[in-house]
């Protein structure tokens, strides 16, 4: 298995940014797919944004053209640039790699109002 971990989360007010950070023990192979989910309480885990090794991207309809999911393959490193943030963004946020399928601790977002 591969080892996730995530950073970056915190309180911030409505409108406000953070920057998620999820490091993996090993690069990215031309299978993988790392991405981004979210669960808050009481719902069921969703998919943000996700990657491919190649720098494909896709986004929830949710979040599109406020947050933005990049890579630096040197680093072993994928970022979720959060902007924009309203209250219903807040959740706990995890990685995963598809492939062995891995996922981080979470980081817990918070958006006040």
């Known amino acids: 298995q591969v080892q996730l971990v995530e950073s970056g989360g915190g309180l911030v007010q409505t409108g406000g940014s953070l920057r998620l950070s999820c490091v993996a023990s090993?690069?990215?192979?031309?299978?993988?797919?790392m991405g981004w989910y979210r669960q808050a309480p009481g719902k069921q885990r969703e998919l943000v944004a996700s990657i491919t090794s190649s720098g494909t991207t896709l986004y929830a309809d949710s979040v599109k053209g406020r947050f933005t999911i990049s890579r630096d393959p040197a680093k072993n490193t994928v970022y979720l640039q959060m902007n924009s943030l309203k209250p219903e963004d807040t959740a706990v946020y995890y990685c995963?790699?598809?492939?062995?399928?891995?996922w981080g601790q979470g980081t817990q977002v918070t958006v006040s109002s």
């Open positions: 090993r690069r990215m192979f031309s299978m993988n797919v």
């Open positions: 995963n790699l598809n492939f062995p399928n891995s």
